[in-house]
């Protein structure tokens, strides 16, 4: 396996920049809503948003009404719950209904959670998070109630860093690449994804599909990202870089 070189700041002089935000735009926490925003991201992502000819989205595994929250005062185009929600700058919301096989895996899962200290079960509009970050040990156990629930309630089993998610199937983050390259605005733009988990593959792989780059934060692995940078804070550096470049 051979690493990739950093992205260059002129790689988004004719981009649409789509970018993960945990682990990407900001360090992972403990738990979701432990995250700390830098001060300098949102403007950074305003300054991104207006210089970019495709603009700027963010793809995440949250929800969009915590994207939306976390990054104000920026209004982006956020696709959350892994493609599931698409919002766009106005608000609106394109979205499927939440099905009660959910809520059914959702009352397993805090139930699991009452019996083993330190793991957290996140409830999404469309998805259920089994975090163990504070409890490692029982990370055997968490994937392996994740698999059963996920094949009795027909759901999507996703894998992240410390966490299994339970999800409606039919979407993902390369889903959500190849909805919004399709607006009109994206047209003429190529798109490039950054991220840093393996949920950020199908985007990776949506954007170099469609003649972009995708953009590995963390250590050189096997993935479908065409550059590749060190951290958090090496990401927000290049950003800046590059909109310094187009402005």
Do not use: N
């Amino acid at each position: 396996m051979s690493d990739l070189a950093p992205p260059p700041p002129a790689l988004l002089s004719d981009a649409s920049l789509f970018l993960d935000f945990d682990g990407t735009l900001v360090e992972i926490a403990d738990t979701p809503d432990a995250v700390a925003v830098g001060a300098d991201v949102a403007p950074l992502l305003t300054r991104l948003g207006d210089a970019l000819p495709g603009g700027v989205a963010i793809v995440s595994g949250r929800p969009v009404h915590e994207v939306r929250t976390l990054i104000a005062p920026a209004a982006l185009a956020i696709a959350g719950s892994h493609g599931l929600e698409i919002a766009a700058v106005d608000g609106t919301i394109a979205a499927p209904e939440r099905p009660e096989a959910l809520d059914a895996a959702l009352a397993t899962s805090r139930a699991f959670a009452d019996e083993h200290p330190g793991t957290l079960i996140e409830d999404k509009p469309f998805g259920v998070g089994l975090h163990y970050r504070a409890a490692p040990s029982t990370g055997e156990a968490v994937t392996a109630l994740a698999e059963e629930l996920a094949a009795t309630h027909d759901l999507h089993l996703q894998h992240g860093k410390m966490v299994v998610e339970l999800r409606l199937s039919g979407r993902d983050k390369g889903a959500a690449v190849d909805w919004l390259m399709a607006e009109p605005a994206r047209h003429r733009t190529v798109p490039v994804f950054v991220g840093d988990d393996v949920t950020d593959e199908a985007g990776f792989a949506a954007a170099v599909a469609l003649g972009g780059a995708g953009v590995l934060v963390g250590p050189a692995r096997a993935t479908a990202a065409t550059y590749r940078v060190d951290c958090v804070a090496d990401v927000l550096a290049w950003l800046d870089a590059a909109c310094r470049e187009m402005t």
